[in-house]
């Protein structure tokens, strides 16, 4: 009786696709930031990645990227690197098998190139904590709809307050209407 294991290379190569195009566009491509990247290419673009995300401290989260991510690190296809200037964190960057990995998904990373070029444009130069402040409406939103909560735009900026005070009602109100604007959340009328 075999044992089959489906390694999911998509996954992978995603990972190593997008260290290769952030590592040079983000001024801080790190694993806040790879989070938040895949979980908009998931939710946004519909790329089929399959990871569970639920909502943390700095917005969405899933233990599986971490664990991915390791792996690919791993396979020599990606550089973590961790740094104490600034504000401190990761650096994630190619490495030598970078291609390699890539290489193995190649279908899938060119089925979902348009998609990645779009979400890479719109949101890969922003900050981990910008990146935090719109990952967070969009899981909000797609909560929303999918409990079926019928919030005033007023009453979801206060929301998002509740769940990030850090940011300012003004903050997330600029953010929300970004989102809007290019069609990525829709609102009810207040």
Excluded at 5 to 23: N, S, V
Excluded at 40 to 46: G, H, N, P, V
Excluded at 107 to 119: G, P, W
Aim: proline share 3%; aromatic share 12%.
């Amino acid at each position: 009786m075999g044992c089959t294991i489906d390694t999911p290379w998509h996954r992978y190569a995603l990972i190593a696709e997008l260290a290769q195009r952030l590592g040079r566009k983000s001024r801080q491509f790190g694993k806040t930031s790879l989070q938040k990247i895949i979980f908009l290419l998931q939710e946004l673009e519909e790329v089929p990645t399959n990871y569970q995300f639920s909502l943390y401290t700095h917005g969405p989260f899933t233990a599986q990227i971490l664990g991915d991510l390791d792996l690919v690190e791993g396979f020599g296809a990606v550089k973590v690197r961790y740094f104490t200037e600034g504000y401190g964190g990761y650096q994630i960057s190619p490495d030598r098998e970078s291609e390699s990995i890539r290489n193995k998904a190649a279908q899938f990373l060119d089925q979902n190139k348009e998609k990645i070029d779009k979400v890479v444009d719109e949101f890969g130069a922003f900050s981990a904590k910008d990146l935090e402040l719109r990952s967070t409406i969009v899981y909000l939103d797609r909560d929303a709809g999918r409990t079926k909560k019928d919030l005033s735009r007023d009453r979801f900026i206060q929301l998002v307050k509740r769940i990030k005070p850090r940011f300012s009602e003004d903050t997330i109100a600029v953010a929300l209407k970004e989102l809007e604007e290019k069609g990525f959340v829709e609102f009810r009328a207040d």
